[in-house]
């Protein structure tokens, strides 16, 4: 190996943020000869598994709710209400001479529906608010007992339930026993990793050419490159902060679909 090729700086790839290590895994594996040896394919093989786990994690992190799931959560706490309101309704205009309850029904009813179902027609971050508030006064008043003896347990049950799917759909809330989105910073670290043994790999090809030099510095200029990038922004005191908070970038984009590598 030539003394002017220092292979430290490969074994060590920088990474900025998520976002900068997926884009270095899928340029590495794009930048890989299809005539690599058998031991550079086999790391390229690993070094794909990390970047597309790591490209996973994140989709799965950063993902969103469609335009359907808002709809179908829309229809679902639309159905919650309309269905508790008339069973109520129904309630209250049972004989009150037979059934004494049914005063107590209306009264519900108007405390909790004081324009009927007309909220359900408001926008989705007002209808959510809207239904909140009915909660609110069941909550303060007292008044779950009374429903759940007067519709069924089952009907105040369903609005509490779709009323915080809806609110997690819509990122205005998320439920108490809500889990936690994954963790990046082990996905990273793996990724880092398998480059870090890829580059190794693709050293290893080193036969004490200069031919065999200029290969393995263009297979590996995507480090190179991430490197001078990361200098433009900071120099190594970025580095050693983008290291010791990977994990919690919120980047733009995805780097791009990762390439196959087959043995």
Not at 58 to 87: C, F, Q, V, Y
Not at 123 to 137: F, I, K, M, S, T
């Amino acid at each position: 190996m030539s003394d002017d090729f220092d292979p430290t700086p490969y074994l060590r790839p920088p990474m900025i943020d998520v976002a900068s290590g997926v884009a270095l895994g899928v340029a590495l594996l794009s930048a890989m000869p299809r005539s690599a040896p058998d031991g550079v394919r086999k790391a390229a093989t690993k070094l794909r598994m990390a970047t597309v786990g790591l490209q996973d994690a994140w989709s799965w992190s950063e993902r969103s709710a469609t335009p359907g799931e808002k709809r179908m959560a829309d229809i679902a706490i639309d159905n919650a209400w309309s269905s508790l309101h008339s069973r109520l309704t129904a309630y209250a205009t049972l004989p009150q001479t037979r059934w004494p309850r049914s005063p107590r029904a209306a009264e519900i009813v108007s405390v909790v529906f004081p324009d009927g179902l007309a909220f359900l027609s408001l926008p989705y971050a007002d209808e959510w608010a809207e239904g909140e508030r009915r909660l609110q006064r069941i909550n303060e008043g007292g008044l779950a007992p009374d429903i759940d003896e007067l519709a069924g347990v089952e009907f105040l049950a369903e609005v509490r339930q779709a009323q915080a799917r809806y609110g997690e759909v819509l990122a205005l809330a998320k439920p108490e026993a809500a889990k936690p989105g994954p963790d990046l910073t082990d996905p990273l670290r793996a990724l880092g990793r398998a480059v870090g043994a890829y580059a190794l790999q693709v050293i290893a090809m080193a036969d004490g050419t200069p031919a065999s030099l200029r290969v393995i510095r263009q297979i590996l200029k995507p480090i190179d490159d991430q490197r001078a990038l990361l200098a433009s922004k900071g120099g190594a005191a970025a580095e050693v902060t983008a290291w010791q908070s990977a994990g919690t970038s919120t980047a733009l984009g995805l780097g791009g679909p990762v390439p196959d590598i087959k043995l």
